[in-house]
């Protein structure tokens, strides 16, 4: 689902048809329009038999996308739904979980928007010189609406560059901002304010659990969202997280649906190969495998521009969009289609473990067993002994002395020495979700470590435009989260294997020895041949990209750390995706910006 909606201090008639009239040009249907009070909302389907999201609306609300109760993932009626915005108003999410973007306006005009804790469903908004609001899935129906150019923002641009993916308010473009995941968006005529109302830092040790068992909790899920759909797809790497989720997808299919599985692989580079492995889980459970062998394919290869709608953020997939054009052509073109991934077990069952358990386990149970634990960590990093201790043992001295733990600063690689300095000066504090401002002094060191990776995975996850088959990822709805974070750190790894809860459920429940594999594929090699099948294409996007323009970027460094990677080299790779990314995105915008 696709919207533009315009919220007014004072009233918005007569917006209707101006906003109809954008939308128009990008779905295939007329919009559909709706007024509550002061908010006018226009909406529809770019890909109308794919498109399962619905629409809910009460006297004072309307909510957008797909939503289900709480307890038993039923899907939520219409007529629950009035019942439950009256009732409930902004604390709405406390019955229901799902994907959604929830707008409630009060008697005093008061607006409350909420995205789900997933962010499935953008939410951009812009304030208007007058204080009036216009939302949009997309940020550049907002520029299309103000009609002027959108502005840079280099400070979201270069914290983008040293941090990587966000969940942050700020967005690429100067006055465009974001609601993140888990939060509510308040409004009144004289002030705008952002707060989560998920917050697993403040609640992970209050979280209400309807099973103990990973498949159960996992299938509950799955369930309601393959309902609608006729083809349930899943993207098969061979490993744990997707071999899971084809096992649990077995046995709830109903006979009019049709379970199939897809395994893209490099045939030329064995590190990127795990086509053996889809390969036999396709047979344990007795369902079709398409093969694609993506050889030819590679990042940074050239490919048709879609002439939709933008993406909203740079993202790592900006590289692979030849890969990512081709891999949609085998998915089922007949009747609707719901394409799964496994994307996300890693960051909520932490894969690898935190080596900071050691001080939970310390803090919840005292030195009884300590010794075994901190023997299962050491083997499972082949590390020695000291430099676990000394980790664990300042991460005890904080949590005694009640210092709030802190956003980590470092980015995922080392930075590297051609980073100018003024990427240091516009890089923001602010580039964090808005639940890191509130976290507990008395949070265990290696809780925290699991909730900071599920929220880097949450904004590793990018709402594509112009997609027909939208990724979605049931290890980020919330009841797999909670029942994920409802596990001591410490349990999480047990005889040398991490995510042992998802891996001991599977294999007792299915009889499968498939999820007891260690090893996971490599794309490192890929992206290698790709850039130096690439290069001069690759060389003109960075040396002559905005960012060396604008003197963020040392020109001739950048030049010999692109050159060691084509040639094999991994330095600095996550700075070199990153910047890449940044120039894919602006070279996409760049008859839009200024």
Known sequence: MIYLGFWSQQNAEGKGSELISILQQHIDD??????????????????????????????????????????????????EFGVLSQELKQDLPQKMWGKYVYWYIDVANKLNVMVDPTGQLSCFYYALPGGDLIFSSHIELIQQYISSPLERNWHYLCSYLFYGNSSAIQTSFKGVEEVPPGCSLTATPYSRAIQPFWNPFATHSSMMLTSTDAVDVLQSVLKPLIEPYKNVCVSLSGGLDSTALVFCLSKIVRPDQKLSAFNYFDSTIQSSNELTYARKVCEEVGINLTEIDTSQVLPFDPYVVD????????FSGCISAALINEVSHYLPSRDSCILLSGHGSDHIFMRPPTRKCIADYWLTHGTKGLLDKVKEVTHFYRDSLTPILVQNMVNLANYLA?????????????????????????????????????????????????????????ASVQVRANTCYLEQYPFFCEPVVNFALSFPTYDLFQKGYDRYPLRHSVNTRFKTDTVWRRDKCQTTGTLQLGVKRNIEFVMELCLEGEMVKQGFVDKDGLYHTISLISNGDNIHLWPFIQICSIEMFLKIWSDKLI
Request: with cysteine; proline share 6%.
């Open 402 to 458: 009640a210092r709030k733990p802190k956003k980590r600063e470092n980015p995922q690689d080392k930075s590297p020495y051609w980073f100018n300095h003024q990427i240091n000066r516009h890089r923001t504090s602010e580039f964090i979700h808005p639940a890191y401002q509130d976290i507990s002094s008395r949070i265990l060191p290696g809780k925290y470590d699991q909730i900071d990776a599920l929220f880097e995975g949450l």
């Open 307 to 314: 002439q939709g709608l933008k993406i909203n953020k740079p």
């Open 30 to 79: 007329q919009p559909s329009c709706m007024v509550k009070k002061n908010l006018t909302l226009v909406y529809g389907k770019q890909h109308i038999e794919q498109d399962t999201d619905q629409v809910w609306e009460s006297d004072s609300a309307v909510l957008i996308g797909r939503i289900f109760e709480r307890d038993h993932c039923a899907i939520i009626t219409s007529q």
